[in-house]
């Protein structure tokens, strides 16, 4: 009876932690899929000093996209972190 009540301790912190995990980078991914875009106008006041393109410019066209390949690799080694914590991990 123990290893099952302790499993489901462990299934209810994992899915706690893996939720809080999903809805802080559905937050980012919000923020710079939508909301950036929203102030692209503003932000084109900005200009970039290397490339020189204006911020809100840049930020529609590429650096939002950068940011979501970014965030899924992050993503991955953080729930991988959250798997190996609670020991749900796959074997390498």
Do not use: C
Not at 39 to 52: M, Q
Not at 81 to 88: A, G, K, L, P, S
């Amino acid at each position: 009876m123990t290893d099952s009540t302790n499993l489901k301790e462990r299934e209810v912190a994992h899915w706690a932690k893996t939720s809080r995990l999903m809805f802080t980078h559905l937050g980012i991914w919000f923020f710079f899929g939508f909301i950036i875009h929203m102030f692209v106008a503003p932000l084109n006041k900005i200009t970039i000093p290397i490339l020189g393109f204006p911020l809100g410019f840049y930020m529609a066209a590429q650096g939002s996209l950068i940011v979501f390949v970014v965030m899924l690799f992050v993503f991955a080694k953080q729930q991988d972190r959250i798997d190996r914590e609670f020991d749900f991990a796959e074997d390498d």
